[in-house]
């Protein structure tokens, strides 16, 4: 087990959003957290990635409580790529890209030869060196994406967080990104954790599933156990069909229109 999370009960000031959460992500898992708008996801993110404090429980990464790891020591163990990111500023690609290399810079920020080569292997296994020199502002939101995941994996962590990595993209830039992330996942051994509100892309890629309800697990398991129409109609609030998809026989939700009849 690489993260345990132990009864997290966490919020903002005094209001209670995360309820008694606990789940178990393995090394090899590729694990998806789904639920409805505003039910925790993030939040169970910020706490999982030692960005706010619950209230009761604790994380565990490697049998370790969070707490008990130095800021440049957990930035080496997990990175995080949250849901906005500021791109205002103008950068190029490459310096960008830097900035991930923070933890393992000294005092005076001045980046290394191993710094420049870590952002030339992750350019170079992105496909993304041809943008080397562009401004970030100038992408496409497709090429952003990747570049804001370039900058989690030059971290090199064994652990990476991404919160909705693939809102705003299309169904091909989202198909690459997730496939990006299996293979960081498959081939390079990495745990990733993601939230996701696309279920049919939770259910083609993710290992395992948490589904949040109002603060609380609903269900965990693999996609088949998670993604059954019962649950999904009863957090959503609405009408589902969920087959299996005939190639890859991982489970897909479709939506059914209140005026047809059941
Ligand atoms: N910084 C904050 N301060 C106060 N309340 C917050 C803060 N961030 C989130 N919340 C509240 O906490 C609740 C859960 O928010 P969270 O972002 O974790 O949900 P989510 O499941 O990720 O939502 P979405 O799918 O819409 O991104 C919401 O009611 C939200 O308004």
Aim: proline residues 3%; glycine residues 6%.
């Amino acid at each position: 087990m690489v993260i345990e999370i132990k009864s997290i009960s966490a919020g903002y000031l005094n209001k209670e959003i995360l309820k008694n959460i606990s789940c178990d992500i393995d090394k090899k898992d590729f694990f998806g957290i789904i639920g409805k708008n505003g039910t925790g996801k993030s939040t169970l993110l910020r706490v999982l990635c030692n960005l706010i404090k619950p209230y009761y429980g604790n994380v565990l990464i490697d049998g370790r409580n969070i707490n008990s790891f130095s800021r440049k020591e957990f930035a080496k163990k997990i990175s995080f790529l949250p849901q906005y990111i500021d791109t205002s500023l103008s950068f190029t690609v490459s310096e960008f890209i830097m900035f991930g290399r923070y933890p393992y810079m000294n005092m005076l920020k001045i980046p290394s030869d191993d710094d420049y080569a870590a952002v030339q292997k992750v350019m170079n296994f992105l496909y993304i060196k041809n943008f080397a020199e562009r401004d970030i502002n100038e992408l496409s939101g497709g090429e952003k994406q990747i570049v804001l995941i370039a900058q989690v994996l030059v971290q090199e962590t064994d652990i990476i967080v991404f919160d909705e990595p693939t809102s705003h993209l299309d169904i091909g830039n989202q198909n690459d990104i997730l496939e990006i992330l299996k293979d960081l996942n498959e081939k390079c051994d990495k745990t990733v954790i993601l939230t996701l509100h696309d279920l049919n892309a939770a259910g083609e890629f993710c290992s395992k599933l948490v589904l949040i309800e109002n603060g609380s697990v609903c269900r965990q398991g693999t996609a088949e156990e998670v993604l059954n129409y019962r649950d999904i109609e009863r957090v959503y609030n609405t009408t589902v069909v969920v087959k299996a998809n005939p190639i890859s026989n991982r489970p897909y939700v479709i939506p059914v229109s209140k005026t047809e009849k059941r």
